[in-house]
């Protein structure tokens, strides 16, 4: 479990988070939502201990983020970034990177690891792209060959950066079932989603952050209710019942 506390962080000469306290749990879809340069990205980050923290501290497994050494901290927490390097290699072999930090020295990938990959890939809907080379790929193909390698690391904590960029709306759907299974799983699934509507039905709690600081926290209906979302992205959203509950919409 990782818990921001009183989180301060950003880059040299630009502290972008203020005071973020924050616990991602076990078992729960978290969505950061936000106006562009809110500090989503940078929260996500930090929690991956990518970046410097000028204030407060983060907690894995209630330890402070800085005792762990990078691969193990990369044996308990996946970052997907907003984007990645196009290597010249197939899409399976992409997704053993994955499992980098669960191999010794030198890397020699395992039988064991080969099934995490190819296991990964079809959590994914990708086994077709298996043989692939990445480059190839358009561009909601090679996100998920990038979401099956963040899978095969097999962590307890999953941190996504706008993970349905690039989709089309059922593969955005995919994405958020997929994300809701490995919270059945146990595992803390955190997405930066800009698609607001997509969040408010997906996910079981919404963390909305504006000017780098945590401004509301709660389940979608509770946000809704407040108003604040209209207010933070100037919108008027509205919602309707249906049979498999609310769906929300853009007024």
Known sequence: MIELQNLSAGYP???VLHGVTLTFHPGRVLALVGPNG??????LRAAAGLLSVSGGQILLDSAPLETYTPKEIARRVAFLPQSRPVPSITASRMVLHGRFPHLGYPRRCRAKDHRAAEQALAQVGGTDLSHRMVPELSGGQRQKVYLAMALAQDTATILM?????????????EVMTLARRLAGQGRAV???LHDLC???????????LAEGRLVSLGEPEELF???ILDRVFG???GRVNTP???RYYYQ
Do not use: H
């Not at 809110?38 to 929260?43: A, D, M, P």
């Open 198 to 208: 997509l969040a408010m039905q997906a996910v079981d709690e919404i963390a909305l």
């Open 13 to 15: 000469g630009r502290e």
């Open 244 to 246: 498999d509950g609310w």
């Open 161 to 173: 950066d706008e993970p349905t960029t690039y989709l089309d709306v059922g593969c955005q759907l």
């Open 235 to 237: 919108v008027a959203l």
């Open 225 to 227: 209710a407040a108003g």
């Open 38 to 43: 809110c500090g989503k990205s940078t929260l």
């Open 190 to 192: 955190i997405l930066v």
